[in-house]
């Protein structure tokens, strides 16, 4: 008998690093997770790709090993983070959902048919998008809202510097920064320039052939979120008093992968006007229905470039990995 102990799903696995995403992450047939008392047992319909899942698998830059993602191999046997499904089944502590209930945010091993999500990282679903463009948000989209809202402060008429606004947590920040009333220029590369232009950007700069920081253009906020330029290009594009928040960025840095220009940030930041910080984004239900609402009232929307079954995942994390993403990519389970 298939009783609920011996229920079985279909979910991706990684039970080593490795920078080829073939080799590293399988389809297999694992037993679905069992919930605690303030847990959720979600079926997956979708769910989506990210940079972390990339850093995850290759266990790069060595720094994450350190701080806990398993030295030697992942803690975490299955990746996969934002998620968008039905509720299966909710732990005696959960008041707020219940069985059947359409929701969307974030729980450990998403890429797979069922996953266990703490109550507080979910919430429901926007009404008006499918499963899979409401996959795309958790992640990116709280990291952009809690950049521009609470790292930045962005206030109406701010002029809003946007590095990475073609990528996932970009795409959100341009259309969050412009809900929030600022002059919004994002920057990314030549193949890019309508997307970032169509989701409401009021200037665009290719990066491959103009320089944001040419001296001539000066930002009260810039929020960076790719290409890693150094502390002091991004300090003389700011105004005096201007904000900068460093998001990430990606380099072929093995040991700190760009971590240690955060830091010099933070430690910077007390003996200047400007304001210089870093974010670690949080997950939570609050901002999840912040979120929902902006959606909801149309100011905020995923940019999907593609969609890949669960057992493609791999594809879908080299697409990204290569840096060919427009916006998300999202995994159909
Ligand atoms: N702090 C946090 O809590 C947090 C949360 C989520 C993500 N992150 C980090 O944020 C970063 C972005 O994540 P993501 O998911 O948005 O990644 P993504 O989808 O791959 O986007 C990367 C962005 O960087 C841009 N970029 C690449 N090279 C550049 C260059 N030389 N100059 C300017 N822009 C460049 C890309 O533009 P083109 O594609 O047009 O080249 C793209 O817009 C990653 O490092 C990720 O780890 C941090």
């Excluded at 990210?50 to 803690?75: A, C, E, N, Q, Y």
């Excluded at 499918?130 to 206030?155: I, M």
Aim: charge should be neutral; charged fraction near 25%; glycine fraction near 10%.
């Amino acid at each position: 008998m298939n009783t609920a102990a011996t229920r079985t799903m279909q979910a991706i696995v990684q039970d080593r690093y490795g920078t080829t995403p073939e080799n590293v992450l399988r389809l297999a047939e694992l037993a679905r997770p069992t919930i605690a008392d303030d847990e959720v047992l979600v079926r997956v319909h979708a769910a989506s790709v990210d940079r972390g899942t990339w850093h995850i698998m290759s266990g790069l830059p060595s720094l994450m090993r350190v701080i806990g993602f398993g030295f030697r191999r992942p803690k975490a046997p299955n990746p996969g983070r934002a998620l968008a499904g039905t509720v299966e089944s909710v732990g005696s502590n959960v008041t707020d959902l219940a069985p059947g209930d359409e929701v969307y945010g974030t729980g450990d091993g998403s890429f797979a048919e069922y996953v266990r999500a703490s109550a507080g990282r979910l919430a429901h679903k926007p009404a008006n998008l499918s499963f899979e463009d409401a996959a795309a948000v958790p992640v990116s989209a709280l990291t952009a809202l809690q950049a521009v809202r609470d790292g930045a402060h962005v206030q109406a008429g701010e002029r809003v510097l946007i590095i990475g606004a073609s990528g996932g947590v970009g795409t959100f920040a341009v259309q969050i920064a412009k809900a929030f009333g600022a002059e919004v220029t994002g920057v990314c590369s030549t193949a890019k320039v309508e997307l970032v232009r169509t989701l409401g950007a009021d200037h665009v700069v290719d990066y491959t052939r103009d320089d944001f920081a040419d001296g001539e253009h000066r930002y009260d906020v810039i929020l960076d979120i790719g290409g890693n330029s150094p502390l002091s290009r991004l300090r003389r594009t700011l105004t005096a008093r201007g904000r900068l928040v460093i998001v990430g960025g990606e380099t072929d840095g093995r040991w700190l992968g760009g971590f240690d220009r955060q830091v010099r940030a933070q430690l910077l930041s007390p003996f200047t006007r400007q304001k210089l910080a870093m974010i670690a984004a949080s997950e939570n239900t609050k901002d999840l229905i912040v979120l929902r609402e902006l959606i909801e009232s149309g100011k905020l929307a995923p940019a999907i470039d593609r969609t890949y079954p669960l057992s493609d995942v791999a594809a879908a994390v080299r697409y990204l990995h290569e840096g060919h993403a427009r916006g998300k990519i999202a995994i159909t389970v």
